[in-house]
C-alpha cells in the first residue's frame, strides 16, 4: 500500500508563524501550475505500483481550489493509479470555506476526511496568528459539516503568548458538541524566514515559553483521554479506528508520491526526492527536484526518529532488518531505559509517554553518524 500527497502552494494570507511553501499572489499563474503539478502526477505515476490507500491535500490552502481544479487531480489519480476501494482521501481546509457549496462538491467528488485549520476559538488569538477565519467560522462550518459522513479532523495550536488554559478548554470543549474523530495538537514553534521568529528576534514579542509549553501539552493530553481520544503519535489523536492512514505511512516507512512545489516523495526503500520550494521554478521545470539514496545509516536514524514519535515504538523486527544494535547503541539504549525514557514492549521499544516532547532529542542520541 502506498500514498499520494499534492502540495497545493496557494494560501490567501500567511499566518504568522507558518513556514510552510506557499505564495499569497498566484492568480496570475494559478491554471498553469495546477495544469504543470497534474502533468507531474502522470509522467511519475509509474513509481507508485502498489494500491494506493491514501490521497491528501495539503498546502498551503487546498480548500481555496475550485470544486472542478480539485475534480482534476482527482480524476487523475483514478485514471493513474489503482486506488483501494476503502482509501482515506483527505482535503485540508480552513473554517471559512466550510460552506454548504463546497460540502456538497467534496462529498462527491469522494473525500470522505477533513482536517480543520481551528488553530484556536480566540479570535483576538486568531488576529495575531493573522488568520483569515473566525471562531464564529468554525461553529458554523462544524455545525453544517452534521449533515455529512465526512470523518473530521481539526488541528490546533497550543504554547501560544497570551493563550490561557480557558481558551485551549473553550477548543477542546468542541469535542463534546461535535463528531471530531481526530485531533492534531501542535506546540507553537519559532521558525527561521517566519513574521514570529522576527518579532522575537527584535523585542516585540517574548520568547516561546516551554514551561507554558509543557502546562498546554499535558492539559491537552488529559482532555482529550477523558473524551476517548488515543494519543498514538506525540502530535496526534483518534478516537478508536480513526488514525489517520496518511501520516501513518509516512511513520511506517511506506511509499508515498508527494506533487507539487515543495513536495518530498519516498519509494519505501531508500530514496527520497523533493521538489523545489520556488513556484516560478518549478513552473519551468528546470533544476526543479533533488534526489538521494539513504545510506544503512541513514535508514537506521530514520527508524528511531518516526519510531519513537509513535506509540508502537521500534520494532525489533526493524532494528534486526538493519543489522541490529552496535556496541555503543545498546549501551545507550540501555541508559535510557534505566531513566525511564524508553520502555522495553513485547516487540521492541517505545518511548514512556512522560517524554514524548522531547522524543526528537531522545531518538537522536540512537544516531549514527554518517
Same mark, same amino acid.
Given at each position: 500500500?502506498?500514498?499520494?500527497?499534492?502540495?497545493?502552494?496557494?494560501?490567501?494570507?500567511?499566518?504568522?508563524?507558518?513556514?510552510?511553501?506557499?505564495?499569497? *499572489?498566484?492568480?496570475?499563474?494559478?491554471?498553469?501550475?495546477?495544469?504543470?503539478?497534474?502533468?507531474?502526477?502522470?509522467?511519475?505515476?509509474?513509481?507508485?505500483?502498489?494500491?494506493?490507500?491514501?490521497?491528501?491535500?495539503?498546502?498551503?490552502?487546498?480548500?481555496?481550489?475550485?470544486?472542478?481544479?480539485?475534480?482534476?487531480?482527482?480524476?487523475?489519480?483514478?485514471?493513474?493509479?489503482?486506488?483501494? *476501494?476503502?482509501?482515506?482521501?483527505?482535503?485540508?481546509?480552513?473554517?471559512?470555506?466550510?460552506?454548504?457549496?463546497?460540502?456538497?462538491?467534496?462529498?462527491?467528488?469522494?473525500?470522505?476526511?477533513?482536517?480543520?485549520?481551528?488553530?484556536?476559538?480566540?479570535?483576538? @488569538?486568531? *488576529?495575531?496568528?493573522?488568520?483569515?477565519?473566525?471562531?464564529?467560522?468554525?461553529?458554523?462550518?462544524?455545525?453544517?459539516?452534521?449533515?455529512?459522513?465526512?470523518?473530521?479532523?481539526?488541528?490546533?495550536?497550543?504554547?501560544?503568548?497570551?493563550?490561557?488554559?480557558? +481558551?485551549?478548554?473553550? @477548543? #477542546?470543549?468542541?469535542?463534546?458538541?461535535?463528531?471530531?474523530?481526530?485531533?492534531?495538537?501542535?506546540?507553537?514553534?519559532?521558525?527561521?524566514?517566519? @513574521?514570529?521568529?522576527?518579532?522575537?528576534?527584535?523585542?516585540?514579542?517574548?520568547?516561546?515559553?516551554?514551561?507554558?509549553?509543557?502546562?498546554?501539552?499535558?492539559?491537552?493530553?488529559?482532555?482529550?483521554?477523558?473524551?476517548?481520544?488515543?494519543?498514538?503519535?506525540?502530535?496526534?489523536?483518534?478516537?478508536?479506528?480513526?488514525?489517520?492512514?496518511?501520516?501513518?505511512?509516512?511513520?511506517?516507512?511506506?511509499?508515498?508520491?508527494?506533487?507539487?512545489?515543495?513536495?518530498?516523495?519516498?519509494?519505501?526503500?531508500? *530514496?527520497?526526492?523533493?521538489?523545489?520550494?520556488?513556484?516560478?521554478?518549478? #513552473?519551468?521545470?528546470? +533544476?526543479?527536484?533533488?534526489?538521494?539514496?539513504?545510506?544503512?545509516?541513514?535508514?537506521?536514524?530514520?527508524?528511531?526518529?518516526?519510531?519513537?514519535?509513535?506509540?508502537?515504538?521500534?520494532?525489533?523486527?526493524?532494528?534486526?532488518?538493519?543489522?541490529?544494535?552496535?556496541?555503543?547503541?545498546?549501551?545507550?539504549?540501555?541508559?535510557?531505559?534505566?531513566?525511564?525514557?524508553?520502555?522495553?514492549?513485547?516487540?521492541?521499544?517505545?518511548?514512556?509517554?512522560?517524554?514524548?516532547?522531547?522524543?526528537?532529542?531522545?531518538?537522536?542520541?540512537?544516531?549514527?553518524?554518517?
Amino acid at each position: 500500500m502506498a500514498g499520494i500527497y499534492i502540495h497545493i502552494p496557494f494560501c490567501r494570507k500567511k499566518c504568522t508563524y507558518c513556514d510552510f511553501h506557499f505564495s499569497t *499572489t498566484f492568480q496570475g499563474y494559478r491554471g498553469e501550475m495546477l495544469l504543470k503539478m497534474i502533468e507531474e502526477l502522470e509522467n511519475r505515476a509509474q513509481e507508485i505500483q502498489d494500491p494506493i490507500e491514501s490521497v491528501y491535500f495539503g498546502g498551503g490552502t487546498p480548500s481555496l481550489l475550485t470544486p472542478d481544479e480539485i475534480g482534476n487531480f482527482l480524476l487523475a489519480i483514478r485514471s493513474q493509479f489503482s486506488l483501494s *476501494t476503502d482509501a482515506e482521501i483527505t482535503l485540508e481546509v480552513n473554517p471559512e470555506d466550510l460552506i454548504l457549496e463546497n460540502l456538497d462538491a467534496w462529498w462527491r467528488l469522494g473525500f470522505n476526511r477533513l482536517s480543520i485549520g481551528v488553530q484556536t476559538m480566540n479570535d483576538e @488569538l486568531l *488576529t495575531w496568528m493573522n488568520r483569515n477565519h473566525r471562531a464564529t467560522d468554525t461553529r458554523k462550518g462544524l455545525d453544517l459539516l452534521q449533515q455529512y459522513a465526512f470523518s473530521v479532523s481539526i488541528d490546533l495550536i497550543f504554547g501560544v503568548p497570551q493563550q490561557t488554559e480557558a +481558551d485551549l478548554e473553550e @477548543l #477542546l470543549a468542541l469535542i463534546d458538541t461535535y463528531p471530531i474523530a481526530h485531533v492534531s495538537a501542535y506546540a507553537l514553534t519559532q521558525e527561521p524566514q517566519t @513574521l514570529l521568529h522576527h518579532r522575537v528576534k527584535t523585542g516585540k514579542e517574548p520568547q516561546l515559553n516551554d514551561e507554558q509549553q509543557v502546562a498546554h501539552y499535558r492539559l491537552v493530553e488529559q482532555a482529550l483521554s477523558t473524551r476517548g481520544f488515543e494519543h498514538y503519535e506525540v502530535s496526534n489523536y483518534a478516537k478508536p479506528e480513526k488514525r489517520a492512514v496518511h501520516n501513518g505511512n509516512y511513520w511506517k516507512g511506506k511509499a508515498y508520491l508527494g506533487l507539487g512545489p515543495g513536495a518530498h516523495s519516498f519509494d519505501g526503500k531508500r *530514496t527520497r526526492r523533493w521538489n523545489v520550494s520556488n513556484n516560478a521554478q518549478y #513552473l519551468k521545470q528546470q +533544476d526543479w527536484y533533488e534526489e538521494e539514496t539513504l545510506s544503512a545509516d541513514n535508514q537506521w536514524n530514520e527508524l528511531w526518529l518516526t519510531g519513537l514519535r509513535t506509540q508502537h515504538g521500534v520494532t525489533i523486527e526493524r532494528i534486526d532488518a538493519l543489522g541490529g544494535f552496535r556496541v555503543e547503541e545498546q549501551r545507550m539504549l540501555e541508559t535510557l531505559i534505566k531513566q525511564d525514557k524508553i520502555h522495553l514492549q513485547h516487540n521492541g521499544y517505545c518511548l514512556a509517554q512522560d517524554h514524548w516532547l522531547a522524543a526528537d532529542g531522545i531518538s537522536m542520541q540512537l544516531f549514527r553518524a554518517g
